[in-house]
């Protein structure tokens, strides 16, 4: 009975989904306000499809919140974060602390003591990191400004869950409530119940630090056993095991799961099986996410808005017109355009997921009391339900008065011949490439997705493509089923390595010539099996050292024969150090043994290069160090 109750929730679930999601998406509502939708109707105030058990599915689904963060994680290595730190802490940090203080002195006019106003305030500062990528990646908003800002923003609210979750239980007021309310359990069954709050703040830090040190120094090994069974369903399963295991880790010490995976992603960011993780989670992400916003939608507790309706639709619009204003305001302060900001501060008025979790969390510590946060509850899902109307208004009415600034993604171009070699990427590198290839009569067929390179490239009289070439749609309509080579010659190293992937996936009889920045993103390449892999600075810095050699006195055969004998230890030393990169110690060793036998062998080559001057430039040598056979 329990497997056919499971069977007919799945049902149910599924069908209002397939049924919600197009209907919402046609008449221009976006797929989350669907779910939303969906979630209402199936729920037990409407067709009552669902009932109490949808608490249960709702834990289950914020899985999908918690692997959405993971993948954000995976995008951002460490160096990123540093370089994005100026948005993420002057403008994520400005949001969360005025819109906190802002909300804290509202509630101490209504009476409320304190230390619950901010634990109040801080909590509703909060946005939802599901509904607003969701929502801004659909509408192909996320790399704008406004979006950008967003994102940075988001990233900070989701660092600063950690802090957040210490600072609560210093702000106790009351004994500890026995039951958690809302949309999440309570937390006795934590390792840190019956723990003092400075002891609590201890362990959570503990936990973090035990993720940052297992992703850097335990799991490159872990999946490295994984990966050389060769079974890909026992590497989706590593996957989901490491993502899970990090959610029950954090769950235990009283911590949102999706800040621990945030971690673990952030630390496995540089890891060469980054771009694997990804596309073993990706489908299970997006399945638990729309999961995720039809259970919100079920879980909306229409018989307490029956009952206080006043009360709660207030908050809701003092909540959304406080973060509005809040928002506009910073976004002014660091100098976005209007449309921009009104696309920012838009999509982050609501109050977030991460409520369900921190506001059962304050009411296990005493520091809201249970009634109270059954209410802001209910206020906070009634926001996020209005997201999508708020991007909406701001889309339809806002955008066309104000006028949007930044162009909307260009169309890719139809693709309309057929040639033996593609060149993904026509900037210095791949120019170079096409024209050499042209010049000999080779046809080759050009993808760019910078629009105003393309634009430039026909004013000079150059065939070229613009769309992103890592899509499989463009690839199959430029013909790489037909197509014998493809050249990677892409600015960007993350993209790259993404094309390798789909063209490893859905195009392995390419021959692929790859252009890589260093020797880092060489072994990147080396590790996903590119064979034929290029330095773009390696050729030109020989050269200018050969020419170094030559106007230092040295004869030019043999300034040419250092530079081959240097080329060839060098490609065969990258080879050989990309299967060590992750073992320092023997990676350090090599490499200093490698730097070591070539001085000798180029110091050699040149006592003996004296006694046979004047054949230094026999054809047979230069043959058999180019690579060819002299017969």
Do not use: C
């Amino acid at each position: 009975m329990h497997g056919e109750g499971f069977f007919l929730q799945a049902l149910i679930y599924l069908s209002a989904a397939v049924v919600s999601v197009p209907i919402a998406k046609r008449i221009g509502l976006g797929s989350v306000l669907g779910y939303l939708l969906a979630g209402i109707a199936i729920g037990p105030f409407v067709l009552g499809l669902v009932g109490e058990e949808g608490q249960d599915v709702l834990h289950f689904a914020e899985f999908g919140v918690v692997m959405m963060l993971f993948l954000i994680g995976l995008e951002l290595e460490p160096s990123r974060v540093w370089r994005l730190r100026a948005p993420i802490l002057g403008l994520g940090g400005s949001q969360v602390a005025v819109t906190a203080l802002v909300l804290a002195a509202l509630g101490m006019t209504l009476d409320l003591d304190w230390r619950q106003a901010l634990a109040i305030g801080v909590i509703l500062a909060l946005s939802s990191t599901a509904i607003v990528l969701q929502t801004l990646n659909e509408k192909g908003l996320l790399r704008t400004g406004g979006g950008q800002s967003a994102f940075s923003v988001l990233l900070f609210q989701d660092i600063a869950v950690i802090p957040i979750i210490a600072l609560l239980p210093l702000l106790a007021v009351a004994d500890a409530a026995p039951h958690g309310v809302g949309g999440s359990g309570g937390h006795d069954n934590t390792w840190v119940a019956d723990l003092p709050g400075w002891a609590e703040t201890l362990v959570v830090l503990a936990a973090v630090a035990a993720i940052i040190l297992a992703g850097r120094y335990l799991l490159q090994p872990f999946f490295r056993f994984i990966a050389r069974t060769g079974m890909r369903e026992l590497f989706t399963a590593a996957a989901l095991l490491l993502v899970i295991g990090t959610a029950v880790l954090m769950s235990k010490v009283g911590i949102s799961p999706a800040l621990g995976t945030f971690l673990a992603g952030v630390v496995l960011a540089r890891s060469e099986y980054r771009h694997e993780l990804e596309s073993d989670i990706e489908p299970f992400k997006g399945l638990l996410l729309g999961l995720f916003f039809i259970a919100v939608g079920a879980s909306i507790d229409f018989e307490l808005i029956a009952a206080r309706p006043q009360l709660i639709v207030s908050l809701m619009a003092v909540l959304i017109l406080i973060k509005l204003a809040v928002l506009f305001l910073l976004g002014r302060i660091f100098r976005m355009s209007l449309d921009q900001n009104l696309l920012f501060s838009f999509s982050l008025a609501q109050g977030g997921e991460f409520a369900f979790v921190l506001f059962s969390f304050a009411v296990r510590e005493g520091v809201v009391e249970s009634g109270l946060a059954s209410t802001l509850i209910a206020a906070v899902a009634l926001t996020m339900a209005a997201t999508p109307l708020l991007m909406l208004l701001n889309e339809k009415i806002l955008q066309p008065r104000f006028g949007t600034r930044e162009r909307a993604q260009r169309e890719p171009d139809a693709i309309d011949e057929e040639n033996p070699v593609i060149i993904a990427g026509f900037g210095s590198f791949g120019s170079i490439i096409g024209r050499l290839l042209r010049a000999n009569g080779v046809g080759t067929t050009v993808l760019e997705y910078d629009s105003d390179r393309v634009d430039l490239l026909r004013r000079l009289g150059l065939k070229v493509f613009y769309g992103d070439a890592s899509r499989v749609d463009l690839l199959k309509a430029a013909g790489a089923g037909q197509a014998k080579m493809l050249v990677l010659a892409l600015d960007s190293h993350e993209k790259r390595m993404e094309l390798v992937e789909t063209v490893k996936k859905h195009f392995p009889h390419l021959i692929l010539l790859a252009r890589a920045g260093n020797r880092r993103q060489a072994y990147d390449l080396l590790g996903v099996g590119v064979e034929h892999v290029y330095r773009e600075k390696f050729d030109s810095g020989l050269r200018t050292g050969v020419d170094a050699l030559r106007l230092l006195g040295h004869r030019a055969y043999q300034a040419v024969r250092a530079a081959h004998k240097f080329r060839a230890h060098d490609e065969e030393a990258v080879r050989e150090l990309a299967e060590m990169r992750h073992d320092q110690k023997l990676y350090l060793h090599t490499a200093r043994q490698r730097i070591g036998d070539l001085e000798a062998l180029l110091l050699s080559d040149l006592e003996d290069s004296g006694e046979t001057r004047d054949q230094g430039w026999d054809t047979e040598t230069l043959q058999r160090e180019f690579g060819e056979d002299p017969t």
